[in-house]
């Protein structure tokens, strides 16, 4: 899995309201910014000196403290930059605890909802899901919650950064994240219903937001929440309707109702595709 760094350097001049309206970014610490700070120990790395390599990078990283202060920018760069270069030159698991410490150093100076933070974020929930997959630590889960969360708050739901994150978000819904933990099912569920909110409330209105309730009601489904699933999914035909998608709430309804069977909800099923007289479609997935 390659570590892809979404928006370094978020310009704060051009956050967006939470209306839904897109921000823009450019980068501020793309790769070659990342190795003119920490390009010789990441080298000596690579090259098999690790003691020596972790030698240096620490002396940088003190004298940045000392030199700018110990919550600066500059030191949380240092250790975001030789984490992620680290992770792409090929040493994920030794990776994560710069990424880690990134994240501390970021929280240290950033404001909370500071986008920069977001990227920090992200950067350690990706590295943690790359290398560990669905047996990551939780915090990797919480760390991608918190990243969405800004993201959502800061630049809406328009922004390519808060879309990439919505994608994602049904990993972390997956039984095999949560476990069918109240609290974490919990913790996702809230983030859609935000996403859901600040989408309602967006002037333009798509058929992303019947394919978000159509992900949410799948998510409480996958964790055996049958009410909540079925209100999840019945707004997302409302949305399709609304949006003029009628084809796109047929397939959904079509798999969702299949999911409904496989799951043992035979009468949820048949009911679905009563009331929103769907017949099992040719290419369905049903088996």
């Known amino acids: 899995m390659k570590l892809v760094r979404r928006g370094l ?23 070659s910014a990342m190795r003119a700070l920490v390009g010789t120990p990441v080298a000596e790395y690579k090259a098999g000196d690790k003691a020596k390599a972790v030698r240096e ?17 500059s030191a949380a760069d240092a250790l975001s930059a030789f984490g992620v270069l680290l992770y792409t030159e090929g040493f994920e698991k030794d990776a994560l605890p ?11 100076h950033y ?7 977001a990227v920090v974020l992200s950067d350690y929930s990706a590295a943690s899901y790359g290398v560990y997959s669905d047996d990551a ?11 969405l969360h ?17 994608i994602v978000l049904k990993r972390w819904g997956t039984v095999a994240r949560t476990h069918k933990d109240s609290v974490r099912v919990g913790a996702v569920g809230a983030l859609y219903d935000e996403a859901i909110d600040l989408m309602r409330r967006n002037e333009r209105k798509d058929r992303r937001l019947g394919d978000t309730e159509a992900e949410a009601a799948e998510m409480y489904l996958d964790n055996g929440l049958l009410p909540e699933a079925t209100k999840h999914f019945d707004d997302a035909m409302a ?25 043992g909800h035979v009468k949820e099923s048949d009911d679905l595709r009563g009331r929103f007289h769907v017949s099992r479609l040719p290419f369905s997935r049903c088996r």
């Open 111 to 117: 404001a909370p909802l500071d986008p920069e933070l």
């Open 9 to 31: 350097v978020v310009c704060a001049a051009l956050i967006a309201t939470a209306s839904g309206a897109s921000a823009a970014t450019k980068d501020r610490l793309g790769e």
């Open 150 to 166: 800004i993201r959502l708050r800061t630049f809406g739901v328009n922004n390519e950064e808060t879309r990439d994150d919505l």
């Open 239 to 263: 949305d399709y309707a609304t949006a003029g998608g009628s084809d796109d709430g047929r397939f959904a309804a079509d798999e969702f109702a299949c999911k409904l069977t496989s799951q």
């Open 98 to 108: 710069y990424l880690r410490r990134a994240v501390d150093a970021a929280r240290a």
């Open 137 to 147: 630590p939780y915090d990797a889960d919480t760390a991608a919650e918190e990243a």
């Open 57 to 73: 990078f620490e002396a940088y990283l003190a004298a940045r403290r000392r030199t700018d202060g110990p919550n600066s920018q």
